[in-house]
């Protein structure tokens, strides 16, 4: 059972380059969540599907494009890169989005923009 | 403004001893925490919960304390072993709006 699925799992980018990270879940989950942590600080959202069809902003959606490929996929775009979004990224899924259980994460894909 | 903080950065503990790391919160919507253990090069995964009905929880050596008045939370964990060694995110949501707000997390080093 593999639970929730990244790739790629590391990157380095140029900044302004482009790049998609994926992001595919098994678990039939309807709610999946893209988050951004930096050194020494916490799980910051970046974008949100509370369903298949729908997407919303998070905390820091600056920068960043999702698309919500069907109730599986979750997809996050780096359109131009920049340094300040070298961080490591964590897709996340849970039940619903209405439901305050736990969330599901990836294993996270490491991005460095020089 | 950080509505989830967790203080202190890192704890030091000796094996078999209790760890008890805190979070303070600000918004008092929230009725829902979780912790999370996140080791290196690993996604979070899920230790335990409580809403706020409750001021208790305990799973095993894990246990969760909830003072709602003093917008505080803590996981106790008795006793420590070195396999706890970890980052501990301090989680919170409200009900039906599913979002969960992070701490910067505690980085807990249990000494054998």
């Known amino acids: 059972n593999a639970g929730v699925t990244q790739t790629p799992k590391f990157q380095v980018l140029k900044t302004g380059q482009s790049m998609t990270l994926q992001c595919a879940q098994d678990?039939?989950?309807?709610?999946m969540y893209w988050y951004r942590q930096d050194p020494g600080m916490g799980l910051r959202l970046i974008y949100y599907s509370a369903s298949e069809g729908t997407t919303d902003k998070g905390e820091v959606p600056n920068g960043y494009n999702v698309s919500r490929l069907n109730k599986r996929e979750f997809s996050l775009r780096l359109e131009s890169a920049a340094p300040s979004q070298t961080s490591v990224y964590f897709c996340?899924?849970?039940?619903?989005?209405?439901?305050?259980?736990?969330?599901?994460f990836g294993e996270g894909s490491r991005l460095t923009v020089l | 403004d950080q509505q989830v903080k967790q203080n202190s950065p890192s704890l030091s503990v000796q094996e078999g001893r209790i760890s008890i790391l805190n979070c303070d919160y600000t918004n008092s919507m929230f009725d829902y925490f979780l912790w999370y253990k996140k080791y290196p090069a690993e996604g979070p995964t899920f230790l335990i919960s409580?809403?706020?009905?409750?001021d208790k929880n305990e799973d095993g050596r894990f246990t969760v304390f909830l003072n709602k008045s003093a917008k505080h939370l803590s996981l106790h964990i008795v006793p420590s072993q070195p396999g706890d060694s970890a980052v501990y995110f301090c989680a919170a949501s409200y009900t039906n709006a599913g979002k969960s707000t992070f701490g910067d997390g505690t980085t807990l080093t249990v000494k054998p």
């Open positions: 409580i809403s706020s009905i409750k």
């Open positions: 996340a899924s849970r039940v619903f989005q209405g439901n305050t259980g736990e969330l599901f």
């Open positions: 678990m039939n989950h309807n709610s």
